[in-house]
């Protein structure tokens, strides 16, 4: 596996040049191997700054749209982050090995079961539910972070209502092409909004099964 290595360390040299600097983030891109969220036939491409399809069609995000989500969320070790898009569990991973307490939801069931066994054996701190990510987790709120991993039609209020005041969430906004925004709570009324370029996800979906876990 020698030249899978060697392909992540070209990875991350591609991310800092590409502006991502808190190391942190490089650190866990340097523990975490891409590869094993992944089917084995794509595992010469995991390392390369590329999007890859996963099951029940939809995608591992490229490593740079990782890498700078999980920077704008400046993760301090025992924050408490909700993710919206367990996906391939890659993302959780990444927050998971920087220190935060991730828990994460998955809309796709039969992707949930597969991610949810994958992430036992890699990493047994993260907590994953199958639902709709519209509607968060109120059991578990309020969350320090929040991260949207699929492109969203808005911010949705249920969401903002389950972060702590002084909370970021990092979610990309809108049809087609997404305009990656950052809020961050001030009070239960305001909230300060900062944009960050367009970015391009599958779209956030609401969970129409009677047998989602109920929170």
Same mark, same amino acid.
């Given at each position: 596996m020698e030249y899978l290595q060697g392909a992540k360390k070209g990875l991350i040299t591609l991310l800092k040049n590409k502006g991502i600097h808190d190391e942190?983030?490089?650190?866990? =891109? *340097?523990?975490? +191997?891409?590869?094993?969220?992944? +089917?084995?036939? @794509?595992?010469?491409?995991?390392?390369? *700054?590329?999007?890859?399809?996963?099951?029940?069609?939809? #995608?591992?995000?490229q490593p740079y749209t990782v890498a700078f989500q999980t920077q704008l969320l400046e993760i301090k070790k025992g924050d408490k982050v909700l993710e919206i898009g367990t996906g391939s569990g890659f993302q959780a991973a990444i927050l998971s090995q920087i220190g935060a307490k991730?828990?994460?939801? +998955?809309?796709?069931? *039969?992707?949930?079961?597969?991610?949810?066994?994958?992430?036992?054996?890699?990493?047994?701190?993260?907590?994953?539910? =199958?639902?709709? !990510? =519209? +509607? !968060?987790?109120?059991?578990?709120? &309020?969350? *320090?972070?929040?991260?949207?991993?699929?492109?969203? &039609?808005?911010? &949705? #209020?249920? @969401? @903002?209502?389950? @972060?702590?005041? !002084? !909370?970021i969430i990092v979610i990309p906004v809108g049809e087609g092409t997404q305009k990656m925004q950052r809020l961050t709570k001030i009070n239960d009324e305001q909230y300060k909004e900062e944009a960050f370029g367009d970015f391009v996800f599958v779209p956030m979906l609401r969970n129409t099964s009677e047998t989602k876990d109920h929170f």
């Open positions: 942190s983030v490089l650190d866990a =891109f *340097d523990k975490v +191997e891409r590869h094993l969220f992944v +089917e084995s036939f @794509l595992w010469s491409h995991a390392y390369e *700054d590329i999007a890859l399809q996963i099951h029940c069609n939809q #995608t591992i995000s991730v828990y994460s939801i +998955e809309r796709q069931y *039969d992707l949930y079961k597969k991610t949810k066994k994958l992430l036992e054996t890699i990493d047994y701190r993260i907590i994953t539910f =199958f639902g709709d !990510g =519209f +509607e !968060g987790i109120p059991k578990y709120a &309020p969350f *320090d972070k929040m991260i949207v991993t699929c492109g969203a &039609p808005n911010v &949705p #209020t249920s @969401l @903002l209502k389950q @972060l702590k005041i !002084g !909370g």
